[in-house]
């Protein structure tokens, strides 16, 4: 799987939209781009994927480049509830093995009132 | 809440002993993956099972094993446990081929 860099900690003003930058320049043309959170010791929360096109869901969008090596996840409207670890992950997606995660050490979002 | 469970939150012990902890996927996911999280070690999988067979081992000691039975909620058991084994221990489950997975709230283990 491809590996991603991703900034240690960023920080956001409640109510602001929190974008978050993942670079993934070895990324292959079978590898998808997750992304996960983490809340306080709470279990991964999983946000959103895509391959190549741009993705939105009810918690937040994926923007992909066209050259795929990077994307930007968009928390639109940001509230402390956002505080978290954002993990960007980029693997194939096999048909039900191998499809374990690699996590780095992803970014620490603090959202400020 | 995702729909996973994982008992027991909370799980303190001594060196040397031997535990068992429970992942109960979300209804009608095949697929059950191990985690485990320490603060020196971040997030790294241990293994998986699909459909009760075991599909994809990551750095798991041999001391850990799992399995999943044919209710597919699995159990890790860890055995001759050492401090360094300290850590919170997460289950997830999926269904789909693209496989986003669903965690649940984690097993904390102390060992003293």
């Known amino acids: 799987d491809a590996k991603t860099t991703q900034p240690t900690s960023m920080d956001c003003a409640e109510g602001r939209a929190a974008n978050l930058p993942c670079n993934h320049s070895t990324i292959s043309g079978n590898e998808y781009v997750y992304w996960y959170r983490q809340i306080h010791s709470q279990g991964p929360q999983y946000i959103i994927h895509?391959?190549?096109n741009n993705e939105t869901n009810e918690m937040a969008s994926l923007i992909i480049t066209e050259d795929r090596k990077s994307s930007t996840l968009i928390l639109p409207h940001a509230t402390l509830r956002d505080t978290a670890v954002y993990y960007c992950i980029v693997r194939v997606s096999k048909n039900n093995a191998g499809n374990m995660l690699t996590f780095g050490g992803g970014t620490r979002l603090m959202v400020k009132p | 809440d995702s729909g996973v469970t994982q008992t027991p939150k909370h799980l303190i012990t001594a060196t040397g002993q031997r535990v068992t902890l429970r992942c109960s996927p979300r209804s009608g996911d095949l697929s059950v993956y191990w985690y485990q999280q320490s603060l020196d070690q971040g997030l790294q999988f241990l293994i998986q099972y699909y459909n009760g067979e075991e599909r994809a081992k990551g750095n798991i000691l041999e001391r850990f094993s799992a399995q999943q039975f044919p209710d597919l909620h699995s159990e890790l058991n860890l055995s001759s446990l050492e401090l360094g084994d300290s850590a919170l221990y997460f289950c997830?489950?999926?269904?789909?081929?693209?496989?986003?997975?669903?965690f649940g709230p984690g097993t904390r283990l102390t060992v003293t």
């Open positions: 895509g391959l190549k």
């Open positions: 997830a489950s999926s269904m789909s081929r693209v496989g986003e997975q669903y």
